[in-house]
C-alpha cells in the first residue's frame, strides 16, 4: 500500500487486527520492508504490524537530497499519524534501529516498548565515516547490485548461506530493488547522525536488545554495552546468526521478540 508523507509516497505494509497493539518494524540497510516478513507472519495474529519500505529504498519515494537521520525519524512518526497508530512497539535492526533510538528521543509518548536488533546507539567513528564515502563511491562506480554482492559477506555468518541457501537470492532481490541514490543517502545520513547513547539511561519502557552471535559489523560486545545502558533492559543473543538475525535464524528471533511484546503489552 502506499501513503504520501512528508511529500513523497511511502511503500508499506499494515497486518493484523484493527484493534490489537501497534508494532512497527525499521528495517536495515541496504535492504526494504520485505526483509520483515518472518517477522510480520509470526506477529500478526496478536498484534497489528506495519513495516515500511524507508525513503529511497525499496519502492518509497527518494526525496530530496542532502538527507539527515532525523528526516527518516520524522517520516516513521508521520506515518504512524497518518495510519492513526497513536502509539506503537517499535523493533529496529542496525540502520532501523538508529532511527527508532532517534524517533523513540523525539517522541517517547508514541512508543510502548523498543527492540534493538544489530544495532548501536554511538555515531559513526572518523574511521566510519570515511568508510560511507567509500561506500557511496562504489556504488556510484558499480551499481547496487555489485555493491550489495560485496556487502553480504559482512551481513551473514559463514554457515548461513550454507543451511539456507535461498537466503543469499532473496537478498540480492531485496537490496536490487533499491536505487543507488536512495542507498548513497542513506549511507551520508548514518555517517552524520548523532549518538544516543547518553539517551539510553533515560528510556522508561520496556526495551529488549538482539544481536547475532556471530554479528561482525555490531557484535554481542555492543549490544550489551546498550543493554546495561538501559534500566531493566533484556538482552538476547540469537544462535547461527550474524548482523541479519531476524533472517538467519528466523525461528529464534520470532519467539524472544513476540515473548517480549507480549509481556511488555499485558
Ligand atoms: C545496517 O544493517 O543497517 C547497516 O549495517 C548499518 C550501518 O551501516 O551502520
Keep these: 500500500m502506499k501513503a ?19 508494532v512497527v518494524l525499521v528495517h536495515g540497510f541496504p535492504l526494504g520492508r520485505a526483509s520483515w516478513k518472518p517477522q510480520v507472519e509470526a506477529l500478526k495474529k496478536d498484534f497489528r504490524v506495519l513495516a515500511y519500505d524507508l525513503r529511497g529504498m525499496g519502492r518509497s519515494g527518494l526525496g530530496k537530497a542532502p538527507l ?11 506515518l504512524m499519524s497518518r495510519l492513526k497508530l497513536e502509539k506503537a512497539a517499535l523493533c529496529g535492526l542496525s540502520m532501523g534501529g538508529y532511527i527508532a533510538l532517534r524517533a523513540l528521543q523525539k517522541a517517547p509518548e508514541r512508543f510502548w516498548a523498543l527492540a534493538l536488533a544489530d544495532t548501536r546507539a554511538e555515531a559513526d567513528s572518523d574511521e566510519a565515516r570515511l568508510k560511507r564515502a567509500a561506500g557511496i563511491a562504489a556504488l556510484r562506480r558499480k551499481g547496487v547490485a555489485a555493491y550489495g554482492a560485496a556487502m553480504l559477506p559482512s551481513l551473514l555468518a559463514p554457515g548461513s548461506l550454507k543451511s539456507n541457501p535461498s537466503l543469499g537470492s532473496s537478498l540480492i532481490r531485496i537490496i536490487c530493488a533499491n536505487k ?9 545520513a548514518m555517517a552524520g547522525r548523532t ?19 556471530l554479528d561482525k559489523l555490531t557484535p554481542p560486545e555492543t549490544a550489551e554495552g546498550m543493554a546495561v545502558r538501559v534500566p531493566g533492559a533484556r538482552l538476547e543473543l540469537i544462535p547461527n546468526a550474524g548482523h541479519l538475525s531476524n533472517l538467519e535464524n528466523p525461528g529464534h528471533f520470532n519467539g524472544v521478540l513476540l515473548e517480549f511484546l507480549k509481556k511488555a503489552a499485558a
Design 195 to 213: 549518538d544516543s547513547t547518553a539517551a539510553l539511561a533515560g528510556f522508561k519502557l520496556p526495551v529488549l536488545v538482539l544481536a547475532g552471535e
Design 4 to 22: 504520501k508523507v512528508n511529500s513523497i509516497s511511502m511503500d508499506y505494509s499494515l497486518d493484523g487486527p484493527a484493534k490489537a497493539r501497534a
Design 180 to 188: 543507488a541514490d536512495g542507498l548513497a543517502n542513506a549511507l551520508a
Design 68 to 78: 539527515l537521520l532525523e528526516q527518516y525519524a520524522d517520516d516513521l512518526l508521520a
